[in-house]
């Protein structure tokens, strides 16, 4: 009988500790089937983040760092100055990248360190409990925005992508969700390219992957998905926002 459908190799076989609905699992399984596909498993170093995501280690098999809250770009500079031959990413929720970790990540990018982030935005800080986020949505309530994000008491929304992208050293800068099955075929093909741009030594490269957290947003998982096509990617549109065809890092 032909084989259609299997668990990446990859990926550990034991169940997600995500809440129902999170799409942590989908975008993790994403990571591991492109590792498998281009044959870097013995070679991936990842450094895990503080929140939610942090549990990466128990289901992707490659070495893996867990770093301080917001450290993991510098973290894997680290790993990737010292271990060049290895592919080496981080993989951060916004409350990690986009809060605590800014400066970490806007630096590495402009360096043009060949590391890979993948960077997931749901619009709240998940692990503590749901408060706002730099990506928090305007009339988006949280725990700490009852009333709803006003910009002029909390800002603007932070489109970190965007900012990234502006960066003399970021090679690929992409935007995916995985609400459907189309948008999960394109997001596998931005995490393929991702990698491929730091193995082939291009620059930075990150994917911002659009997420739901139907447990602190109060939703049920499908509601979840709805709010988040309906309300996110008009903010955070989706697509590739930088691909650099630059020369090879060394050569530059
Ligand atoms: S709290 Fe939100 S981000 Fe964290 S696992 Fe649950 S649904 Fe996912």
């Known amino acids: 009988m032909k084989v259609v459908f299997e668990r990446p190799k990859t990926l550990l076989e034991k169940p997600f500790t995500y ?3 999170c ?11 492109v590792i498998d596909e281009l044959g870097i498993a013995d070679r991936t170093i990842g450094v895990g983040p503080i929140g939610c995501s942090v549990y990466i280690y128990e289901f992707i098999d490659v070495d893996f760092v867990v770093g ?7 973290i894997a500079t ?14 951060q929720g916004d409350g990690d990248i986009a809060a ?4 970490e990540i806007i630096h590495v990018a402009n360096r043009g360190e060949l590391i890979t982030a993948f960077f997931v935005n749901n619009a709240v800080f998940g692990m503590t409990g749901g408060q706002m986020a730099p990506t928090t949505l305007v009339g988006q309530k949280t ?3 009852p009333l709803g994000r006003k910009p002029e008491v909390h800002g603007f929304p932070f489109r970190l992508g965007e900012c990234l992208s502006v960066a003399e050293g970021s090679a690929y800068i992409a935007r995916v969700a995985l609400t459907r099955p189309q948008f999960i075929r394109q997001a596998k093909e931005c995490i393929r390219r991702a990698f491929l741009t730091q193995i082939e030594k291009k620059g930075f490269s990150l994917v911002e992957i659009l997420s739901p957290c139907p447990t602190n947003w109060g939703m049920s998982p499908k509601e979840a998905v709805d709010w988040l096509e309906q309300h996110m990617i008009p903010y955070f549109p989706l697509g590739e926002l930088k691909v650099k065809e630059c020369l090879p890092h060394e050569a530059l």
């Open 19 to 21: 809440c129902p609905g």
């Open 23 to 33: 799409h942590h699992g989908l975008a993790q399984r994403l990571i591991a089937e």
């Open 68 to 74: 301080a809250h917001g450290r993991a770009p510098a």
């Open 78 to 91: 680290g790993i990737k100055r010292a271990l060049p031959d290895r592919v080496v990413f981080s993989y």
């Open 100 to 103: 605590i970790g800014t400066a």
């Open 143 to 145: 725990k700490t925005t």
